[in-house]
């Protein structure tokens, strides 16, 4: 079995940008996993820089087809 645990910082590069798209390609690029652990998934948190309060867990999961988001 392959662990991926990542803490994403809400998706936030060192650019300043949040771009779940860019940690859904760095995932990808890592190869295949069974167990993806992310941390820093936020929800609804408008006030942290770059982010517009998304929804990050149901983007993160429609992003990643074939794994049960839990």
Do not use: H
């Amino acid at each position: 079995m392959k662990l991926l645990s990542w803490n994403i910082q809400w998706g936030r590069g060192m650019d300043g940008r949040v771009d779940l798209g860019r940690i859904l390609t760095t995932i990808r690029q890592i190869g295949d996993f069974d167990v993806l652990c992310l941390q820093e998934v936020a929800i609804n948190y408008p006030d942290l820089p770059g982010s517009q309060g998304e929804n990050q867990f149901l983007e993160l999961s429609a992003g990643l087809p074939g794994y049960s988001a839990i």
